[in-house]
């Protein structure tokens, strides 16, 4: 007889985006993985991962099918949720540039910017220093990114990169900018972990925010 997984039961929002290559990660870190097109999948999780892909239509299709007001209600409880490039834009409070009418799910006290680091002909690769998270450096791709350009007191930057890097040069005046954030249970990143082959950052979701050991 098969045993029954014992992992933590973690959402990949599945209505568009790389869903696929998150799930693999955390399925390969002993998650029990299921998709989240709809209110009723994100009962009984132990937490969510909001993937890339486009903030825009992330956004529509989740009002349009009652996911938003159930995640929103999620975060307020104090489920854990780890947003990557698009899904860092769905979880900030404020968005500098929307598309018309664009919303979020709100809950980490940051302002982002769409596109930040310019389009996909200038998307990146770098490596982070992010001590919290990994005692190495943690490769990083940056696909059509969005940037913090504001983090509230009680937010935690957990790596940035130069200013230079942003399309239209640093944001109020000077300093480097953060692109991996959290505030208590909420966990983003303005790059793609998933792609990289290095799963610090899942690691660390699961580890630290879905079941903490402290």
């Known amino acids: 007889m098969t045993p029954r ?4 039961l973690v959402g990949v929002f599945a209505l568009q985006g790389d869903v696929a290559e998150h ?10 993985v299921v998709p989240v097109r709809a209110a009723a999948d994100l009962t009984g999780l132990d937490g969510l991962v909001i993937p890339g892909g486009e903030s825009s239509v992330m956004d529509k299709l989740s009002r349009l099918l009652g996911v938003a007001p159930a995640v929103r209600e999620g975060i307020a409880e104090g489920l854990p949720v780890y947003g990557t490039c698009a899904g860092m834009i769905m979880l900030a409070e404020t968005i500098a540039n929307p598309i018309g009418g664009q919303q979020s799910f709100g809950g980490l006290d940051i302002t982002v910017q769409r ?16 001590p919290e998270v990994s005692g190495e450096p943690v490769p990083a791709v940056f696909i059509r990114a969005p940037a913090v350009l504001r ?22 005046g000077a300093g480097p900018v953060p692109v991996a954030v959290r505030q208590g249970n909420l966990l983003a990143t303005s790059f793609h972990p998933e792609v990289t082959g290095d799963w610090s950052f899942h690691r660390y979701f699961l580890e630290r925010l879905v079941r903490p050991t402290a």
């Open 115 to 130: 596109n930040a680091f310019g389009g996909q002909v200038e998307s990146f690769e770098t490596t982070l220093e992010v």
């Open 5 to 8: 997984p014992t992992g933590p």
């Open 151 to 172: 983090a509230g007191g009680d937010v935690q930057v957990l790596a940035s990169v130069p200013a230079h890097r942003l399309e239209s040069g640093t944001p109020d």
């Open 23 to 32: 799930a693999h990660v955390l399925a390969a870190l002993g998650a029990r």
